[in-house]
């Protein structure tokens, strides 16, 4: 059975700093797509940085600069570096995984097979 457990989501004030993680049990990613996303209240689901089979990775052009996506292997584990947070941050944030190696150009939510439980980030001005 597949799970993906993120953490290490909370509140930070405006230029703050956060780092999520993803740990994936009954799945191993190496070699595979996987992805964060967000969604804030009253809005859809967005992909924010995903990673490639390969290491490839994209960020939408909202965090690109500030967020890092990156993988422990050894831990099965994803990681969201978030630095220079802002109140526009604010979201519960998702890690998802794929069963291919590659991701597509742009993340899109129906692309990815497994879905965590989500971690909530609050950013406040």
């Known amino acids: 059975q597949v799970q993906l457990v993120e953490s290490g989501g909370g509140s930070v004030q405006s230029g703050g700093s956060l780092r999520l993680s993803c740990a994936a049990s009954?799945?191993?990613?190496?070699?595979?797509?996987m992805a964060w996303f967000r969604q804030a209240p009253g809005k859809e689901r967005e992909g924010v940085a995903s990673i490639d089979g390969d290491g490839s990775i994209y960020y939408a052009d909202s965090v690109k600069g500030r967020f890092t996506i990156s993988q422990d292997n050894a831990k099965n584990t994803l990681y969201l570096q978030m630095n220079s947070l802002k109140p526009e941050d604010t979201a519960m944030y998702y890690c998802?995984?794929?069963?291919?190696?590659?991701?597509?150009?742009?993340?899109?939510?129906?692309?990815?097979?497994?879905w965590g439980q989500g971690t909530q980030v609050t950013v406040s001005s």
């Open positions: 009954g799945y191993t990613y190496v070699g595979l797509c």
């Open positions: 998802a995984a794929s069963l291919s190696g590659r991701c597509p150009r742009v993340p899109y939510r129906y692309y990815y097979k497994y």
